[in-house]
């Protein structure tokens, strides 16, 4: 998938984990794993952006004699997983169409990439 495609993915998958309940990192790579693999490096830039952005905000709470940071949705957070629902209707129309033009011409080779090129 294309890395900034899949950016934004992750941004919205972060604000749907916490849609269901604040939460806190580790567990959130826990709850993401059942939609995509992302790594605790990963994970920590995109909640840093969802705060500043004002998608999330964060507070402390004691747990097993720690602070432990927890990361809650905002209401700009949760306008933008909407954002996102009504996003898909126009990506999903996109995906239809290019569909559509591949199955028209299913005997067309797809095009070479750098990757299939060889340098002598």
């Not at 269901?20 to 952006?49: F, H, K, N, W």
Request: charged share 25%; net charge neutral.
């Amino acid at each position: 998938m294309d890395v900034q495609r899949k950016k934004g993915m992750l941004d919205v998958c972060v604000l749907a984990v916490l849609q269901r309940q604040p939460s806190y990192g580790y567990q959130i790579v826990r709850d993401l794993s059942a939609c995509m693999p992302v790594s605790e490096s990963t994970l920590y830039p995109i909640l840093r952006r969802l705060e500043t952005s004002g998608s999330l905000t964060t507070y402390t709470q004691a747990h097993n004699g720690r602070q432990r940071r927890y990361y809650q949705i905002t209401e700009a957070g949760r306008q933008r997983l909407y954002a996102f629902l009504d996003e898909w209707e126009e990506v999903r129309r996109i995906y239809a169409f290019v569909q559509l033009a591949v199955q028209a011409q299913p005997d067309t080779p797809p095009p070479a990439t750098a990757a299939d090129e060889t340098d002598f």
